[in-house]
């Protein structure tokens, strides 16, 4: 099986991906479309040079990868992927052959998390937009997307990974609930900038308290995104 987890960026998407990376019959690819992403856009990016040097493949190349043999020859493969990075040029029809989740997070949350590592971003550097538009997309091709929160998965990660599990026809495997400090083996080369966090972690972290709030540009970014949120919140897990 071969899952696309589509997520914005700060949204739980490292830990999900080291929670899937725990399996002993899963391998993971940490956002293959971050190098072309950066050559076709020219944005200034953290450590933007180190992540086209190891990332130098072009969008075909990554596309084959991601529907081909899997890494290590495992069963299952894990796809990390930000949803921000499919902008116009990005080949899509290789979405039809792999199941398609979609990871969403407050936008709140988001913008907040994002500004501490971050600043100068707009509404198409979080992702919101595009999530949506990628959705409708997915249910274009005929598949029923499956959408889970983070919020949810921070309160209970047992039972809503058994849920996630059972609604793409993967078999729950407790190993996905613990990991090894430290980081994977697969992180991308920016892990040393974004990823501070979960390095540290061996398991995912507790339920979060009160949402942030967001004053001037951060709050006017909040009500942008926000119904793209509350749009597939409505149908989550």
């Known amino acids: 099986?071969?899952?696309?987890?589509?997520?914005?960026?700060?949204?739980?998407s490292t830990a999900m991906m080291y929670s899937f990376g725990a399996r002993s019959d899963c391998a993971v690819v940490d956002e293959p479309f971050y190098g072309p992403y950066l050559r076709m856009t020219g944005l200034d990016h953290p450590m933007r040079a180190e992540i086209l040097a190891s990332r130098p493949e072009g969008v075909e190349e990554v596309a084959a990868s991601l529907t081909g043999s899997i890494p290590a020859q495992k069963p299952h493969f894990y796809q990390k992927h930000m949803t921000q990075h499919m902008i116009?040029?990005?080949?899509?029809?290789?979405?039809?052959?792999?199941?398609?989740?979609?990871?969403?997070r407050h936008p709140a949350r988001v913008i907040a998390s994002f500004g501490a590592k971050w600043d100068g971003?707009?509404?198409?550097?979080?992702?919101?937009?595009?999530?949506t538009e990628?959705?409708?997309?997915?249910?274009?091709?005929?598949?029923?997307?499956?959408?889970?929160?983070?919020?949810?998965i921070r309160r209970?990660?047992?039972?809503?990974?058994?849920?996630l599990c059972d609604a793409i026809g993967l078999a729950f495997d407790p190993a996905m609930l613990s990991w090894p400090k430290g980081g994977h083996p697969a992180d991308g080369v920016w892990a040393a900038h974004w990823y501070g966090a979960v390095?540290?972690?061996?398991g995912f972290a507790p339920a979060e308290g009160a949402l942030p709030e967001l004053t001037g540009k951060a709050a006017d970014l909040l009500e942008q995104a926000l119904p793209h949120y509350e749009r597939l919140a409505k149908i989550r897990l």
């Open 199 to 202: 390095h540290g972690s061996t």
């Open 121 to 131: 971003f707009g509404l198409e550097d979080i992702g919101f937009t595009q999530q």
């Open 134 to 152: 990628l959705f409708d997309y997915v249910q274009a091709l005929g598949q029923v997307p499956v959408v889970v929160d983070s919020a949810d």
């Open 1 to 12: 099986m071969r899952i696309a987890m589509w997520s914005g960026p700060r949204n739980l």
């Open 88 to 104: 116009p040029g990005m080949p899509r029809a290789w979405m039809a052959e792999v199941v398609n989740v979609f990871l969403i």
């Open 156 to 163: 209970d990660p047992g039972g809503m990974l058994r849920k």
